[in-house]
């Protein structure tokens, strides 16, 4: 056997890439190496001439060798156990967050759960309120009947007989005592009790500071006050003395409008009248009419009456559609019945000033104005107001009669126009551009506008919004890049130096000099000059007077020599 055929069997058997194989031919290494040995001893006795390779170098080489492959097998098997931990540690995480996510969505399934039973509640407790009420109507129109009238066969009636006939014997007395139990539990389920303890009170100015103390959470406080007036004794007088600062002599309509306390107060007044008005409509006539006494709405007439020339103030034409003053006289009239005291011509003129206000179509269906809307619309359109007369039109299924599509592309169309100037060339570029701006701005607006009212009413195939998204998002990024740059182009405002800067000294020690044309440090180099680039630093003036007034009188107050004009003025 040849020494290079062993160590080319030696050198392939350190390339196999099997583990297994690997420790084992590492093992064997020893015995390779002694087989090696032995043929290089055989070689050196059959050598014609002198080998100057030694066998302890070749021992040393291949023994450094081993330790090298044991060495890097070592490092692999440690690199692939710290592999398979991380794994292990990955898939307890992996287990972790799904026994996580498990958890959450049971704990989301267990709320669901409770805000559906919570609705059934609610539910049952109206169908038992309803039925109670049913009974009640039921019992007087029976006690009637026995009395000598005659009870008209009405579908309550009817109702009420199929229930009576089914079980005679103690139906009632376990609908009575399932309402009761169904009372309680509303009572219970009360969030603000403070309220009905304000309205047993008729404390109505407690009433408003309450109510504005808690606006954040207006929405589910707004359910409960209909129940909280009906604890009052005369929930009517109760709100009719809530308007009582609705107007202030001290605050006139324009400052109204920046009084957010007074503005405030206004829309808690409107809402305790729409609370009133949802009380009478679950209640029977004759409640209502014990409730809305005659004195009740002769009150009620004079406060219209003492609002009414208020609302002459108001800008007919300019006005947004969301004045609270008109949509506060509109519901009081409706609230209290006495809306056919009152002028209908002049009650129609008021609905452009509230056409943008969410209860302002049945405000106008409840004062019997449906049958006026056309021409309503017609001046919202005239002055401008597509988008408003757009809502009323569908509304009041109006559409035949006022197509939306044109209205729409007329308002855009109109949001695009730009004032001309009067006279050509009489506008300058800066007011030129704040005209294009205000422009912008009022395309913007239309834009934003016209989208939201094609969502609302799903007139998305009749007029595709996607083109009026693209042109939205451009003049938002226009807007947002002239911003930017205006910001970065603003000059930053200077101060003026407080140091005595503007006076120097005279120089006395000035060597002469006989040349007639030799100049003066001070006429070669007057030290006003230093300053004719910095305007900030003098005031208007006399012309000859140049001195910040920060810096105080100079400190030599010799008068200027007469033809030196103001070059010299800080050196005397």
Not at 123 to 132: F, V
Not at 369 to 395: H, T
């Amino acid at each position: 056997m040849s020494f290079f055929t062993i160590f080319s069997a030696f050198s392939v058997c350190l390339a196999m890439e099997d583990t297994k194989s690997v420790s084992i031919l590492i093992d064997s290494t020893t015995s390779k190496i002694q087989q090696l040995q032995k043929a290089f001893a055989e070689l050196e006795s059959n050598r014609a001439v002198t080998l100057n390779l030694k066998w302890k170098e070749l021992e040393a080489h291949f023994h450094g060798l081993e330790k090298s492959l044991k060495r890097r097998f070592h490092e692999l098997e440690d690199q692939e156990k710290e592999y398979e931990t991380k794994t292990m540690k990955a898939q307890e995480i992996l287990e972790e967050r799904k026994a996580d996510v498990v958890a959450k969505e049971e704990a989301s399934l267990e709320r669901l759960q409770e805000k559906r039973d919570a609705a059934v509640f609610a539910l049952a407790i109206a169908r038992d309120k309803q039925r109670k009420v049913s009974c009640e109507e039921y019992s007087v129109v029976s006690s009637e009947g026995q009395g000598g009238t005659t009870m008209e066969e009405t579908p309550t009636n009817s109702m009420m007989s199929e229930i009576t006939s089914e079980d005679i014997n103690g139906t009632v007395e376990d609908e009575s005592s399932e309402v009761q139990s169904a009372e309680n539990g509303k009572e219970e389920v009360m969030s603000y009790p403070e309220l009905v303890k304000l309205c047993e009170e008729m404390n109505a100015e407690g009433l408003h500071n309450f109510i504005s103390d808690n606006r954040k959470n207006l929405a589910s406080m707004r359910e409960e006050i209909p129940q909280a007036l009906n604890a009052a004794a005369d929930p009517a007088c109760l709100v009719l003395n809530s308007l009582s600062n609705f107007y202030r002599d001290d605050v006139t309509n324009s400052d109204a409008k920046k009084d957010s306390n007074l503005l405030g107060l206004r829309r808690t007044c409107i809402m305790l009248m729409e609370c009133l008005s949802l009380l009478l409509m679950s209640l029977d006539e004759g409640t209502v009419s014990n409730l809305i006494t005659q004195e009740i709405k002769a009150r009620a007439k004079a406060i219209a009456e003492a609002w009414k020339p208020k609302l002459n103030e108001l800008d007919m034409e300019a006005g947004s559609g969301n004045s609270l003053e008109a949509h506060a006289f509109l519901q009081l009239l409706d609230t209290f019945g006495v809306a056919s005291d009152f002028d209908m011509e002049e009650l129609i003129k008021l609905v452009p000033l509230v056409s943008r206000r969410r209860q302002a179509a049945d405000l106008c269906r409840s004062l019997g104005l449906s049958d006026k809307m056309p021409g309503v619309i017609e001046v919202l359109i005239n002055g401008g107001r597509q988008i408003d007369a757009v809502n009323l039109a569908f509304q009041f299924d109006l559409t035949e009669k006022f197509p939306p599509v044109p209205l729409l592309q007329s308002h855009l169309n109109e949001a695009k126009k730009v004032a001309s100037p009067a006279k050509p060339g009489s506008v300058s570029h800066s007011a030129a551009n704040t005209q294009n701006s205000d422009v912008g701005e009022r395309e913007l607006g239309a834009l934003k506008a016209v989208i939201k009212c094609v969502e609302e009413h799903k007139l998305e195939g009749q007029f595709p919004v996607d083109s009026l998204i693209k042109r939205m998002l451009l003049l938002e990024k226009a807007k947002a890049d002239k911003k930017r740059v205006t910001e970065v182009t603003k000059p930053q405002s200077k101060r003026p130096r407080a140091t005595n800067v503007g006076f120097v000294p005279r120089i006395t020690n000035v060597a002469p000099n006989s040349s007639p044309y030799a100049a003066r440090p001070t006429d070669r180099y007057p030290h006003q000059y230093v300053f004719d680039n910095r305007p900030y630093m003098y005031t208007a003036g006399p012309a000859d007077n140049h001195r910040p007034p920060v810096m105080g009188a100079p400190a030599y107050g010799f008068p200027p020599p007469p033809g030196h004009g103001n070059y010299y003025t800080s050196w005397y």
